[in-house]
């Protein structure tokens, strides 16, 4: 009858049997799509314009109000750039790390591949971002962007750092998360501390005079390389140049505006470190996942 | 004959107290590891089972003996500590009807998310929805979110779901015995009807009448042992003196 052959169950293939049930994938992301926005009549409308209030909040006070342009220039768009790509990481690492637990009624029932709970946390936050990348564009093209190709480019691999990033710390804490509660605490912690270690709300000049007034020349110049290594940093950085920069006049130095290297050194190395993250991830995924079941 | 579910001296702990803070862990480390961090116990003890193809096995035993342990592990749920299972095609688990299922989102959403769940592709369930629809007979409520849906309806659909997996190896956990008289009859019938087409069942039940009329074969489990193996009327009757 059957030609098959006997196979051990309950042994996934990882991140490779997610790419197997793409279906199932695109089907628990439109239901975290739908739940979310279930019996709201303006539905994901609200995420075009939540962004956009908030952009235009920014603008308003920050602009206007405590006349931050004098010392950034478009202060608006540097802030908004680096604050969506934020906004994604808090929300797909957050998630992915609640996933498993939230979860654990079918995980305990049926076998599927777990990989898919955090990796669909992470898409589900990747639909929530696009409304804000489309929001920042606008803004950016009222203020006179024009994007050439090497923009485009540290855009798309500003936003691979980040997803990569995303999902390799959100299987990791996800997994943890089945023995130690205590991990999604510890995350939310981490998420907060993201914001200020990468240069969203200042400029990455700000952290060179800074380090150099309280530290000596040396040690300052390892913190900076340190902070510098941070993939959050860089792939803020790749946004700030891609979305900020072009709109930016002779007033902005561009020597200085974006960090020295950024697209031939930082950017490969955010990558690899992202990249890096993500195997060490799905490494610890699946050699905790054996007891999820037992555990949940 | 060809075995589709091997299982070779499997056993499996669990602990009775469960540590869920880095705080208690930690003050076990400190002490040098010393005593266990919890007491354990068998779940499952050195257990062998070879089951044919088309064959239809009753797993019995008194609650906690181990039944639903057995099972999670033939469906990859779970992983023994030691020992070794292996199973020829798919497999499919009904442990729980409708543990896939999700209150907000209507009876259609419904039954594409748990047949995905269940291993089936997009065209498979495009080409069962009416039939799985019929089965249930939810008949206009299909577009209704399944929070709104009578204990019975919900299990009906989920049962249809689940019926229409259609593959090799079927697991069934105390789910026979779902909605109403009339609709119970036509899930035995069913199950029957798979037994007939060559399915391999593993039923478990305390339902000792209804496993009686579907299954052949009988495996007793007590404390996580199995103590008999028998055809099944045998196994029923040590059951009931
Ligand atoms: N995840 C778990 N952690 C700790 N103990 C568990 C776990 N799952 C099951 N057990 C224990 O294992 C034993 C066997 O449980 P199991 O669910 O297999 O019983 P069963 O035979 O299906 O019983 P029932 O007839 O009540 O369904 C029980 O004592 C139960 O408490
Ligand atoms: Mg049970």
């Known amino acids: 009858m059957s030609t098959s052959e006997l196979t051990t169950p309950g042994l996934g293939g990882g991140l490779r049997d997610v790419l197997r049930s793409r279906f199932l994938l695109k089907l628990l992301v439109a239901k975290e799509l739908k739940v979310r926005y279930r019996g709201s009549v303006l539905g994901i409308l609200w995420s075009y314009v939540k962004p956009g209030v908030q952009f235009f909040v920014f603008w308003f006070a920050l602009g206007v109000f405590l006349q931050m342009n004098r010392n950034t220039e478009n202060y608006a768009i540097y802030l908004f750039s680096g604050i969506v790509l934020i906004n994604f990481f808090n929300e797909a690492l957050g998630n992915a790390s609640r996933s498993v637990v939230g979860n654990g009624g079918l995980i305990k029932k049926i076998y599927l591949p777990r990989e898919l709970f955090p990796v669909a946390s992470v898409w589900v936050s990747a639909v929530h971002f696009l409304p804000q990348l489309l929001v920042l564009l606008v803004a950016c093209l009222f203020a006179g962007w024009t994007p050439g190709v090497f923009q485009i480019f540290a855009a798309v691999a500003g936003f691979m750092i980040v997803a990569l990033l995303a999902t390799g710390l959100g299987l990791f804490f996800g997994a943890a998360n089945v023995y130690f509660r205590d991990s999604e605490n510890f995350v939310d912690m981490l998420l907060m501390i993201a914001t200020w270690a990468s240069p969203v709300l200042y400029t990455w000049i700000m952290v060179r005079d800074g380090l150099a007034t309280v530290f000596s020349a040396g040690t300052a110049s390892v913190l900076l390389v340190i902070y510098q290594a941070n993939p959050l940093t860089i792939a803020v950085e790749l946004f700030h140049f891609a979305f900020w920069l072009p709109t930016t006049s002779e007033i902005t130095d561009p020597m200085i505006a974006a960090p020295p290297n950024l697209l031939d050194m930082w950017l490969p190395i955010g990558l690899a470190t992202a990249l890096l993250v993500t195997i060490l991830g799905q490494w610890t995924f699946r050699r905790l996942e054996g007891r999820f079941a037992q555990e949940l | ?241």
Request: glycine share 10%; net charge negative; aromatic share 6%.
């Open chain 2, 1 to 241: 004959m060809t075995t589709a579910i091997e299982v070779r001296g499997i056993s499996k702990q669990f602990v009775l107290r469960h540590t869920r803070s880095i705080k208690e862990a930690f003050v076990w480390l400190v002490k040098g590891r010393k005593g266990d961090l919890s007491q354990k116990f068998h779940a499952l003890d050195n257990v062998s089972l070879d089951v044919r193809q088309g064959e239809s096995v009753a797993l019995l035993g008194l609650n906690g003996s181990g039944k639903s342990t057995l099972l999670k592990h033939i469906s990859g749920v779970m992983l023994p500590d030691s020992g070794t299972v292996r199973t020829r095609g798919r497999v499919a688990g009904l442990i729980e009807v409708g543990a896939g299922f999700h209150p907000d989102l209507s009876g259609r959403d419904n039954v594409y998310l748990n047949g995905a769940i269940l291993g089936m592709t997009e065209q498979q369930i495009d080409d069962l929805f009416d039939s799985i629809v019929d089965f249930s007979e939810i008949g206009q409520f299909i577009d209704t979110e399944v929070k709104f849906y009578s204990s019975g309806m919900y299990l009906r659909l989920a049962f249809s779901v689940a019926v229409h997996t259609n593959p090799e190896v079927f697991l069934v956990d105390e789910i026979l015995a779902v909605g109403d008289e009339p609709f119970q009859k036509k899930c035995i019938a069913k199950i029957m009807e798979l037994a007939a087409a060559g399915k391999t069942l593993v039923v478990v039940s305390h339902d000792l009448d209804l496993v009686a009329q579907v299954c052949e074969r009988g495996v007793l489990l007590e404390h996580g042992r199995i103590v008999m193996d028998a055809p099944v009327d045998e196994v029923v009757s040590r059951m009931r003196s």
